[in-house]
């Protein structure tokens, strides 16, 4: 597991030594905490607007894969969606005469 870039690291007994107002306040002020245990990353601790940003680009990274995924397999060919509908055995008309759902 990578250790975020500029992130310092602690271990859960100097986290629990700091007490966690003074690691959210760390947070708020822009300070990302990486919490370990026996070596190994178990936690972070980070703010608000950093998990916006890290949220944000992972929301970003799976538009660009499914993008580049479409891309690559994407044959050209198109389907119209009167054809999709006979395929269901519907036409548009079928479709509209359905009850709303409420």
């Given at each position: 597991?990578?250790?975020?870039r500029?992130?310092?690291?602690?271990?859960?007994?100097e986290?629990?030594?700091?007490g966690?107002?003074k690691l959210v306040?760390e947070?708020?002020q822009?300070?990302d905490?990486?919490?370990t245990?026996?070596?190994?990353?178990?936690?972070?601790?980070v703010?608000?607007?950093?998990?916006a940003?890290?949220e944000?680009?992972a929301?970003d990274?799976?538009d660009?894969?499914l993008?580049?995924?479409?891309?690559?397999t994407?044959?050209?060919?198109?389907?119209?969606?009167d054809?999709?509908?006979?395929a269901?055995g519907?036409t548009?008309d079928?479709?509209?005469?359905?009850?709303?759902?409420?």
């Open positions: 597991m990578a250790i975020p500029d992130a310092h690291e602690l271990t859960v007994t986290a629990a030594q700091r966690v107002a306040a947070a708020e822009g300070s905490r990486v919490v245990r026996r070596h190994r990353p178990v936690a972070a601790v703010g608000m607007d950093r998990l940003a890290i944000e680009a929301a990274l799976h660009l894969a993008v580049l995924a479409r891309s690559v994407d044959s050209g060919e198109r389907t119209s969606l054809d999709v509908l006979a269901f519907h548009r079928s479709i509209a005469a359905l009850p709303d759902d409420e």
